[in-house]
């Protein structure tokens, strides 16, 4: 521990991790299961639009969980309580950075070209392209409770 904070702060900041974590588990679960099937089963003539409409509003429903995550986590790289041992906030880092990759590289360039034009292709590559993020996130979510647990 690096003392750049009192212990119970560290311990607000796993708190904080945790939450959101979960709340991002199930939020991919439902887009996984759910919401991405659904996406690609929208008719051609509103795909775009569709597509358009599911980015604007996914941004309103993530953002701040995100934040929250990727600022608790890096946080904890820097600082954790004493009885949190020393992989777990690494281990967390690295399941958040294969969910933002995976995002980045896999999920966003997908909505991009589904937003662009028809391609019956892309709404089954999104299910299977999330499978990296639900899993990492999910894995983040079992960190965080872990962190959690004395």
């Known amino acids: 521990m690096f003392d750049a904070w009192s212990d119970a702060t560290a311990e607000a900041l796993v708190v904080a991790n945790a939450a959101a974590a979960l709340v991002m588990t199930g939020l991919i679960w439902f887009v996984q299961i759910v ?3 659904l996406l ?5 003539d509103q795909s775009t639009r569709v597509a358009d409409e599911h980015q604007r509003r996914t941004s309103y429903v993530v953002a701040l969980p995100m934040a929250v995550e990727g600022l608790t986590t890096l946080a904890l790289l820097v600082d954790r309580p004493s009885d949190v041992a020393v992989m777990w906030p690494w281990l967390g880092a690295v399941l958040v950075a294969i969910a933002l990759a995976s995002t980045v590289f896999l999920s966003v360039p997908l909505h991009a070209r589904m937003a662009r034009a028809f391609d019956s292709t892309t709404g089954p590559r999104l299910v299977l392209t999330n499978w990296p993020r639900t899993i990492a996130w999910t894995l983040h979510g079992v960190v ?6 004395p």
Request: net charge negative.
């Open 35 to 37: 919401h991405y099937p």
């Open 40 to 44: 690609a089963d929208v008719p051609a």
């Open 144 to 149: 965080g409770v872990v962190m959690l647990a």
